[in-house]
């Protein structure tokens, strides 16, 4: 049984429609990556899981399902932060700055009642420590602009793990941080959530993080699901064209030296200005006449919404 389940889910900005009819679920211990370009609408649906969408925007179709119940706004105020947890995509305009970092830790903790103030702050400790943050006694004390951009994100992966959630949503966990650092926090996140056997939806555009990390992957363009399946079998037979032009923008080491990297055309369309159909069309190769109906997602495992499917080589 999957614990997340997002059921024909569609958010809207007054008329304008921003993401429409995406269906996923996410089972326990299993990374499922949400992945597109910026634009594609994967932060709105990872915000509409916590119901921390902004001001002006509302779910207007759909539903949202954890552990087999609707996650209704009464229902979400037991569970976030507690069996459901977000890392931000800015971690250092994410915390508190007026907050010692360890306080920030522990804060689920106390609020949720399951440890009292001092077990908190052994607690928020000891995870400091397994992020890997030097001297966490002393770090605990410091405010977030005393430490560095990498340390904070470490200590938003602590705060978002210390209740041991059953879902973890990690919104472009390690934009903006260098290679090295990447790599530590991608090793982190994927280290303890196995451990602790929390369920993962890893929203980003770095392919190259999705096939190191993902079990399943989601394709997002247009506010729309345009592919689903398991790592392995889209990576080796991408299905819709956009994936294939996803991942042929990846660097691969057998790329002849000075070689351009792949690039997709034209941009991503902004709301007001997604063609009718298929919204991939206007930058599509393969596209004509069909696709100016809205193809469905069809197959079996493995799924992709278009009328003209890449075919394995």
């Given at each position: 049984m999957s614990l997340l389940d997002l059921s024909d889910l569609a958010i809207q900005a007054g008329e304008l429609s921003l993401?429409?009819?995406?269906?996923?679920?996410?089972?326990?211990?299993?990374?499922?990556?949400?992945?597109g370009e910026s634009g594609s609408g994967k932060s709105l649906t990872a915000l509409s899981i916590v119901d921390?969408?902004?001001?002006?925007?509302?779910?207007?179709?759909?539903?949202?399902?954890?552990?087999?119940?609707?996650?209704?706004?009464?229902?979400?105020?037991?569970?976030?932060?507690q069996d459901i947890a977000m890392i931000f995509q800015e971690p250092v305009s994410s915390l508190?700055?007026?907050?010692?970092?360890?306080?920030?830790?522990?804060?689920?903790?106390?609020?949720?009642?399951?440890?009292s103030e001092s077990e908190a702050q052994s607690a928020a400790i000891d995870m400091l420590r397994r992020v890997g943050i030097p001297d966490p006694d002393r770090r605990a004390t410091q405010l977030p602009a005393e430490l560095s951009g990498?340390?904070?994100?470490?200590?938003?992966?602590?705060?978002?793990?210390?209740?041991?959630?059953?879902?973890?949503?990690?919104?472009?966990?390690?934009?903006a941080l260098d290679?090295?650092?990447?790599?530590?926090?991608?090793?982190?996140?994927?280290?303890?959530?196995?451990?602790?056997?929390t369920a993962v939806l890893l929203i980003t555009?770095?392919?190259?993080?999705?096939?190191?990390m993902a079990d399943r992957v989601c394709v997002m363009y247009g506010g729309r699901v345009v592919e689903q399946g398991a790592v392995h079998d889209l990576f080796a037979a991408p299905r819709h064209p956009y994936t294939d032009m996803l991942l042929r923008t990846m660097p691969r080491p057998d790329d002849p030296p000075k070689e351009p990297l792949f690039a997709i055309k034209?941009?991503?369309?902004?709301?007001?200005d997604w063609p009718s159909g298929c919204r991939f069309r206007s930058r599509c190769p393969r596209a004509d006449a069909a696709c100016t109906e809205r193809p469905p997602l069809q197959g079996d495992g493995h799924r992709a919404a278009c009328f003209h499917p890449m075919r394995p080589t």
């Open positions: 993401v429409d009819g995406v269906t996923l679920d996410v089972h326990p211990g299993e990374i499922v990556a949400l992945v921390l969408l902004g001001e002006g925007l509302r779910v207007t179709r759909g539903s949202r399902r954890f552990d087999g119940a609707d996650l209704t706004p009464k229902r979400l105020r037991k569970l976030r932060g508190n700055p007026l907050m010692p970092v360890g306080a920030q830790v522990a804060e689920s903790l106390i609020v949720h009642g399951t440890a990498g340390m904070c994100q470490r200590v938003m992966i602590a705060a978002a793990l210390i209740s041991r959630p059953r879902l973890l949503i990690a919104d472009e966990p390690t934009t290679v090295t650092i990447q790599a530590q926090i991608l090793s982190l996140i994927r280290d303890l959530t196995r451990e602790q056997g555009h770095d392919m190259g993080v999705v096939a190191e034209g941009s991503v369309p902004g709301p007001r």
